[in-house]
C-alpha cells in the first residue's frame, strides 16, 4: 500500500500503533510540515517502536542541479506555531 506520510494514516486506512519499524531513507525531508510528518510516523508505530532515518545532511551543487527539479524537493514549509 502506499502511504502518504504527510497526510493522517488513519483516513488513508492505516491501523495505528501496529508497526515494530519503520525505515525512511531520504524521504521525510520532502514534507511541508515535518513536525506533523513525524507526528504520523509516530501513530503508526507501536509502543516501543522504533523510526530509522536516513537523510543526507549536506548536499552539494550536484545534488541540488540533479534533484533539485523535481516534485517534491522544494515542499517545505515553515511548521504552523
Do not use: K
Amino acid at each position: 500500500e502506499l502511504l502518504n506520510i504527510d497526510a493522517d494514516p488513519r483516513l488513508q486506512g492505516f491501523a495505528l500503533a501496529q508497526q515494530h519499524l519503520a525505515i525512511a531513507t531520504n524521504v521525510l525531508h520532502a514534507t511541508p510540515y515535518i513536525c506533523n510528518t513525524l507526528a504520523h510516523c509516530r501513530q503508526l508505530l507501536s509502543p516501543g517502536g522504533l523510526l530509522v532515518v536516513n537523510e543526507v545532511l549536506e548536499t552539494n551543487a550536484f545534488a541540488q542541479i540533479t534533484f533539485g527539479m523535481t516534485d517534491g524537493w522544494w515542499l517545505f514549509a515553515s511548521d504552523p506555531a
